[in-house]
């Protein structure tokens, strides 16, 4: 079956610091990748996705996601956390089935990220 | 994107009771989606909403549970029935304008507490 899993449950950062979430899915053909950030009592924003082209994507509020094939990752980075980056992140892949095409979004576990002072 | 409201935004409500929940589109999209956040969790799709014909449901969800609508292309309501504390969640609306855009939108979210 087809899973993604997103190390870390917490991440703590300094504000300024790298950010970086990660995310590995499982699956033979590779899926279309997406990032999605959720604030406090808020619904789920889309950050960025890749589906096809270049591997390095650019989304909002200046995070970017690197897909790597050989790796099975999709990693969230950021350079510099900002306070306001404070949120649940969850990553998402939808898988590919050579019978159906491309198939329903199956969420990771999320990952909180923290930042501070 | 899509700009997706739902109604209402949070409620507390009794065991025993059901609450329908709306969610509303800016415009037309063809695939509606109903998710659950249970606290401190990620999200578990409940079922697809389908425009005139019954919603196609996940495993371990079931349409007198969760009986879904969707009398046209722009809305949809979910119905908790009979709840208990174990549906306090979070239910989220989702869209997806067409196949080809690959991406899913969703809306801010109910908010539901069950005592």
């Known amino acids: 079956a087809q899973s993604v899993t997103q190390l870390g449950s917490h991440v703590s950062v300094s504000e300024g610091a790298l950010v970086l979430l990660r995310c590995n899915y499982s699956?033979?053909?590779?899926?279309?990748l997406f990032w999605y950030v959720q604030y406090p009592n808020q619904g789920l924003q889309l950050l960025l996705k890749?589906?096809?082209?270049?591997?390095l994507v650019k989304g909002i509020n200046g995070f970017e996601a690197e897909f790597k094939k050989s790796e099975t990752s999709f990693h969230l980075t950021k350079p510099s956390a900002h306070m306001s980056d404070a949120a649940e992140y969850f990553c998402?892949?939808?898988?590919?089935?050579?019978?159906?095409?491309?198939?329903?979004?199956?969420f990771g576990a999320g990952t909180r990220l923290a930042v501070h002072p | 994107s899509a700009v997706i409201s739902q109604k209402p935004s949070r409620d507390i409500c009794q065991r025993g009771t059901s609450l329908t929940i709306q969610c509303q589109v800016d415009?037309?999209?063809?695939?509606m989606f109903w998710y659950r956040q249970q606290p401190g969790q990620s999200l578990t799709l409940i079922a697809t909403?389908?425009?005139?014909?019954?919603?196609?449901?996940e495993s371990g969800f079931v349409i007198d549970k969760f009986p879904i609508s969707r009398p046209n292309l722009t809305f949809s309501t979910l119905t908790v029935s009979n709840m208990s504390p174990e549906d306090s969640s979070i239910y989220l609306c989702?869209?997806?304008?067409?196949?080809?855009?690959?991406?899913?939108?969703f809306g801010p979210g109910t908010r539901l507490l069950v005592l």
């Open positions: 989702s869209v997806e304008r067409d196949r080809a855009q690959e991406t899913q939108y």
């Open positions: 998402a892949v939808r898988p590919f089935s050579f019978s159906g095409g491309y198939n329903k979004l199956i």
């Open positions: 890749y589906t096809t082209g270049a591997t």
């Open positions: 415009s037309q999209v063809t695939m």
């Open positions: 699956s033979s053909v590779p899926p279309y």
């Open positions: 909403a389908n425009q005139g014909s019954e919603a196609t449901y």
